[in-house]
């Protein structure tokens, strides 16, 4: 055994963990990509308020959706807060 095959063997032992980390990460996320091709079916989900008047659906629909709207909204601040003090920071870095 010679020298060359000694330091392979000791860099195959540093670096097997974490490729076999990264490996099983690959694994669970085609997974979860096989998962979410399906589809949601949000009408599932949704059925309960198929008994209530048009008018009630209506308004839950609405309040889903200014919910969905205001949450969107709020992402898009927290991201532009966080990049103007990354640009402050840059700036006086």
């Known amino acids: 055994m010679g020298i060359k095959e000694q330091i392979r063997g000791f860099i195959d ?5 974490p490729i076999t980390f990264l490996d099983m990460a690959i694994e669970k996320l085609h997974a979860v990509g096989q998962i979410t091709a399906q589809g949601l079916n949000v009408g599932k ?3 309960i308020f198929g008994d209530m008047p048009n008018a009630w659906q209506l308004v839950i629909s609405s309040a889903l959706m200014s919910v969905v709207i205001l949450g969107s909204l709020l ?3 927290s991201v532009m807060r966080l990049y103007y003090s990354l640009k402050e920071g840059v700036k006086w870095w």
């Open 75 to 77: 992402i898009f601040r």
């Open 13 to 17: 032992k540093i670096f097997n963990p």
């Open 45 to 47: 989900y949704l059925a």
